[in-house]
Nanobody
């Protein structure tokens, strides 16, 4: 059974940073695909970033240059480093994992319970 547990969300001021983590059990990231998507209240899902089994990554235009996705195979953990945060980044962030490429619709994979990120101006 696949379980994904996110952590690292919180409240920060604009310009601040957060690092989200997602630890997987029953699933190993090194041979699979991982990613993050977000959803703000009253809005649709938005793909944020994905990382393939070869380490290559994709990003939404809105986060390019500010967010970095990575994975630690030894810890079976996926990360999302978020810098220069903006109020429009406020959303629930979900990590995902699957055995297929996830971009541009990462929500098709297994997902965690989500972690809230709130950025104030």
């Amino acid at each position: 059974q696949v379980q994904l547990v996110e952590s690292g969300g919180g409240s920060v001021q604009a310009g601040g940073s957060l690092r989200l983590s997602c630890t997987a059990s029953g699933y190993t990231y090194y041979s699979t695909y991982g990613g993050w998507f977000r959803q703000a209240p009253g809005k649709g899902r938005e793909a944020v970033a994905t990382i393939d089994n070869d380490g290559s990554s994709m990003y939404a235009e809105s986060v390019k240059g500010r967010f970095t996705i990575s994975k630690d195979n030894a810890k079976n953990t996926l990360y999302l480093e978020m810098n220069s945060l903006k109020p429009e980044d406020t959303a629930m962030y979900y990590c995902v994992a699957d055995s297929r490429r996830l971009w541009p619709t990462p929500w098709i994979g297994y997902r965690g319970q989500g972690t809230q990120v709130t950025v104030s101006s």
